[in-house]
């Protein structure tokens, strides 16, 4: 109910559950994407609903989900020392892998 537009359907209560579970991240996604704020979630016991209805949780992973729906891979210019540069590719070291892990842990992300 927090999120404006996120909507899902399913043929029972598991469907339903499941279906929720993929259309709520990909609205978070497409909200951080334009930048635009993500309310606090209200609180299970605080959601109004008929007697009849069903409330429950909906887990989002907005990082997990975009790494499961976008493998696409882009190049960036990377700027270096010469020596730097030399040294890595002497040892035989992957710049775009160890780019790719220091950002990772820079970010606090887990794969």
Sequence with gaps: PDINGCYSQGDDLADCVYMAGDALP????????KKIPIPEATPIDKVEHAPDQIVTLIYADTIKYRKQTSSKSVTCAVTMPAWLKNMATEADINLSQTLQEALKKKLGLID
Excluded: I, K, N, R
């Design 26 to 33: 990909l609205m978070l996604v497409a909200m951080e994407d």
